[in-house]
């Protein structure tokens, strides 16, 4: 046992050390000199800075943080930190080059992750007489990037068997109520592909809902990415609907059954162009000024 323990520590202690200077390498340093604090976020140069009796805190969940981004903390885990939120001047910006999905945010940044970091934390925070973040810390943590992963794999077999049972169900009624099989086959088909496509966009759409409700993490949403979608949804049906004359063409289905299939794709599709024309529409500034 002892020596297969002495054989495996130097294997432990280079992976501890190779983890360290992952989360490093991802997270950043934050520093703190006694006054300021200062947090560089390695993978995109940005730097924040403010006093700390400039910032708020508050104890929650390592999702809230927002410097560096979101997608850099995958793997440091979602327990419970001191949560610092740089004033309301500092905030995140829109990293529209990096591809992310979320807009500027206010600078929050997770510290006191060991027990050791976090008492001289507390110290800190008490002798600058940091004001407590109670609304915030009352609020539901923000979904976890890991969540938002798992969430994404379990989405896609579920829309696909919602999909197949909705276009089941619906032939099966057709039939019933004495519909032409053709035309009731063309009918339902849409409500599996591209029902499926739908049902996954909207299932992944949810998460968003209930962002909105909060002040970080929150999707950008402008008339550019309205009109990115209703395109990316319009080309989905035109090359669906022209899936389903083809079929006619090679003798699979009846012209009744692609026009079927053609008027519930566009109903289809305008249906869910309208719902996220209205989702990815840029929020209504609140006036600044009260009469």
């Known amino acids: 046992m002892l020596i297969g323990g002495l054989a495996l520590s130097p294997l432990c202690l280079i992976f501890a050390g190779t983890q360290t200077n992952y989360l490093h390498r991802k997270l950043g340093n934050v520093n703190f000199d006694g006054e300021t604090i200062s947090v560089?976020?390695?993978?995109?140069?940005?730097?924040?800075?403010?006093?700390?009796?400039?910032?708020?805190?508050?104890?929650?969940?390592?999702?809230?943080?927002?410097?560096?981004?979101?997608?850099?903390?995958?793997?440091?885990?979602?327990?419970?930190?001191?949560?610092?939120?740089?004033?309301?001047?500092?905030?995140?910006?829109?990293?529209?080059?990096?591809?992310?999905?979320?807009?500027?945010?206010?600078?929050?940044?997770?510290?006191?992750?060991?027990?050791?970091?976090?008492?001289?934390?507390?110290?800190?925070?008490?002798?600058?007489?940091?004001?407590?973040?109670?609304?915030?810390?009352?609020?539901?943590?923000?979904?976890?990037?890991?969540?938002?992963?798992?969430?994404?794999?379990?989405?896609?077999?579920?829309?696909?068997?919602?999909?197949?049972?909705?276009?089941?169900?619906?032939?099966?009624?057709?039939?019933?109520?004495?519909?032409?099989?053709?035309?009731?086959?063309?009918?339902?088909?849409p409500f599996f592909v591209p029902g499926v496509i739908w049902i996954a966009a909207i299932l992944l759409m949810f998460p968003m809902f209930r962002q909105m409700k909060l002040d970080v993490h929150q999707p950008k949403r402008d008339s550019l990415l309205q009109y990115q979608a209703v395109l990316s949804i319009m080309i989905v049906s035109v090359l669906l609907i022209g899936a389903c004359w083809n079929m006619v063409g090679k003798g699979i289905w009846t012209e009744r059954s692609a026009i079927a299939a053609t008027v519930v794709n566009v109903v289809l599709a305008i249906g869910i162009c309208v719902a996220f024309w209205f989702l990815l529409a840029e929020p209504k500034k609140e006036n600044q000024s009260q009469m």
């Open 40 to 189: 560089f976020d390695k993978p995109h140069h940005c730097e924040y800075i403010a006093k700390l009796c400039d910032c708020r805190w508050f104890i929650g969940s390592r999702s809230w943080a927002t410097v560096p981004i979101r997608e850099n903390l995958i793997g440091t885990g979602n327990g419970e930190a001191i949560l610092i939120v740089f004033p309301d001047s500092i905030r995140t910006p829109e990293y529209r080059a990096h591809k992310t999905v979320f807009a500027e945010g206010p600078a929050i940044v997770a510290v006191g992750l060991t027990p050791e970091t976090r008492l001289q934390w507390e110290k800190a925070i008490w002798q600058s007489s940091v004001e407590r973040d109670v609304q915030r810390e009352s609020l539901p943590a923000p979904l976890s990037w890991e969540f938002s992963v798992f969430s994404t794999v379990i989405i896609l077999p579920t829309s696909w068997f919602l999909g197949h049972w909705a276009s089941r169900t619906l032939e099966n009624l057709l039939l019933q109520w004495s519909v032409p099989a053709d035309i009731a086959q063309g009918i339902s088909f």
